[in-house]
C-alpha cells in the first residue's frame, strides 16, 4: 500500500491542472477574443518579462527546493522563509531594469508602464518557491487546493471585465489577485508544517550558494525556451506575437498530463536504491505514450481547433499549432531528464554547459527562422532546440546518466513491465 502515495500525488498534479486546463482555456479564449492579438500580444510580452524577473529572482528554487525537500524538508522550509525578502527585493529590482530597458530601446512610454505594472502584478506568483516544496514531499494536493481557489478568483474577475468592457490596462487586477491568494494559502501551510522559527538567516548563504548552478540552468532554460517571445516581438510585432501566445496556450494546455505523470514516477525512481536508469525510462515512456493521442489530433483538425477557439483573427496560427504540440512534449521531457541529471552533485556544471550551449542554438535558430518565415519559423526553432536538448546533446554532455541506454530502455517491454508490477502494487 506504501506505493500508492505515487499515484495519489499524481492524480491530485492532474486534479490541479486539470481545473486550470478547463477552466482556464475557456477563459483565455474568451479574453483572447476581446483583446484581439496586439493586445494579447502586449500582455505575453509582459508576462515573459515577469518569468525572466521571477527565475532571477527564484534563483534556482525548482531543483534546489524540489531535491531539498525529498531528502530534508526541515532544511527545504527554512529555505523558504529565510529567502523571501531577498528574492522580493530582486524581483522588483529586475522589473525596474527591464522596463528602464523597454523604455529606452522604444521611447513608448504608455507600453512601458503597462508592461512594468503587469510584471509587478505577477510577484507573488514568481514569490511561490513553495510549489517545488509540496511537490517535493508528495503534497500535490495543497497546490492544488491553493490553485482551485486563486483561479477561480482571477478567472471570475477576467469574465467580468470582459461583460463589463473595460480597458486593457483593467486585466492587470487578475494577475495580482492570483498570485497573492496563492502565496497566502501557501505560506500559511509550511507555518503549520514546522511551528519552530529560529534564527534562520544562515540558510540564505547557502540557498544561494547551492541554488548557483540551478539558477543558471533555470535562467538558460528560459531564454531558450521563451526566445521566441522576443524573436517575434522584434521581427513581426505584437499582433503576431498575440496569435503565436494564443497558439502556445493551446499547445501548452494538455502538458500537464505528461508533466504529472513524469514528475511522480521520477520521484519514486529517485528515491530508490536500486538502478535508476529504468525509473529514468519509464519516466519518460509514460508521458511519451499518453501524448500520443493528443499530437495526432492537433495534425490533424488544427484549423478546427484554433477556429473555434480564438476565430478567424488568430487563424493564421494554425500552422504553428502542431508544431508546438510536439515541441512542448519534448519541453516536458528536457524538464523531467533535468531533474534527474540534477540528483548527481558532479553533474551539475555539466548541466550548465548544456543549457547554455541549448540556449545559444535557441537564440540563433529563433531569430534566423523567424525572420525568414515568420511564427512558423519560430515553432520549427522551438521544436528543434527542445529535440536537441533532449537527446543529442544529453548523450554527448552528460557523464553521469548514460541516456542512450535511458532512452533504449524505453523500448524495453518486459523490464518496464516488470518494474511498473513492482513499483505500482
Not at 490596462?169 to 497566502?184: E, H, N, V
Request: hydrophobic share 50%; glycine share 6%; net charge positive.
Amino acid at each position: 500500500m506504501v506505493n500508492n502515495k505515487y499515484i495519489k500525488n499524481t492524480l491530485w498534479l492532474i486534479a490541479d491542472k486539470f481545473f486550470l486546463l478547463i477552466g482556464g482555456l475557456i477563459v483565455t479564449t474568451i479574453v483572447s477574443r476581446y483583446l484581439g492579438p496586439e493586445k494579447l500580444g502586449q500582455f505575453s510580452f509582459g508576462i515573459f518579462i515577469a518569468g525572466v524577473c521571477s527565475v532571477v529572482s527564484q534563483f534556482g528554487a525548482s531543483q534546489i527546493i524540489f531535491q531539498t525537500s525529498i531528502k530534508n524538508n526541515s532544511r527545504s522550509l527554512k529555505y523558504i522563509r529565510s529567502t523571501v525578502w531577498y528574492r522580493v527585493s530582486i524581483y522588483l529590482l529586475c522589473s525596474v531594469i527591464f522596463s528602464i530597458c523597454y523604455y529606452l530601446f522604444t521611447n513608448d512610454e504608455s507600453v512601458t508602464v503597462f508592461l512594468f505594472s503587469l510584471v509587478v502584478s505577477n510577484l507573488f506568483i514568481g514569490l511561490d518557491i513553495m510549489q517545488y516544496h509540496f511537490n517535493g514531499r508528495l503534497k500535490s494536493k495543497e497546490n492544488t487546493k491553493a490553485s482551485l481557489l486563486s483561479k477561480t478568483v482571477s478567472m471570475s474577475v477576467r469574465l467580468i471585465l470582459v461583460n463589463s468592457e473595460l480597458d486593457a490596462f483593467y486585466f492587470i487586477i487578475p494577475f495580482f489577485l492570483d498570485g497573492i491568494i496563492l502565496y497566502i494559502y501557501k505560506f500559511k501551510v509550511i507555518n503549520e508544517e514546522e511551528k519552530k522559527k529560529k534564527d534562520q538567516s544562515v540558510y540564505v548563504k547557502f540557498y544561494f550558494k547551492e541554488g548557483l548552478p540551478f539558477f543558471f540552468i533555470s535562467a538558460l532554460v528560459v531564454i531558450y525556451s521563451q526566445v521566441n517571445i522576443s524573436s517575434i516581438a522584434y521581427w513581426e510585432g505584437f499582433e503576431s506575437l498575440g496569435i503565436y501566445s494564443a497558439m502556445m496556450s493551446l499547445a501548452l494546455a494538455w502538458t500537464f498530463i505528461p508533466s504529472s505523470i513524469g514528475i511522480s514516477i521520477l520521484t519514486k525512481a529517485l528515491e530508490g536504491k536500486d538502478n535508476k536508469n529504468i525509473g529514468f525510462s519509464v519516466s519518460l515512456l509514460i508521458p511519451i505514450l499518453v501524448s500520443l493521442p493528443i499530437i495526432m489530433f492537433s495534425f490533424l483538425f488544427s484549423n478546427e481547433i484554433v477556429e473555434h477557439a480564438f476565430g478567424i483573427a488568430y487563424l493564421e496560427g494554425a500552422s504553428v499549432l502542431p508544431i508546438l504540440v510536439v515541441a512542448n512534449l519534448f519541453s516536458v521531457l528536457v524538464f523531467l531528464s533535468n531533474r534527474q541529471i540534477g540528483l548527481f552533485q558532479n553533474s551539475r556544471n555539466r548541466l550548465v554547459i548544456k543549457s547554455f550551449t541549448v540556449s545559444i542554438l535557441a537564440v540563433a535558430l529563433s531569430y534566423a527562422l523567424t525572420e525568414n518565415y515568420g511564427i512558423r519559423g519560430a515553432g520549427f526553432a522551438y521544436l528543434i532546440t527542445e529535440l536537441l536538448a533532449f537527446s543529442i546533446l544529453n548523450y554527448i554532455l552528460i557523464k553521469e546518466v548514460d541516456y542512450v541506454k535511458v532512452h533504449i530502455g524505453m523500448l524495453n517491454i518486459k523490464e518496464i513491465k516488470s518494474y511498473l508490477k513492482k513499483e505500482l502494487k
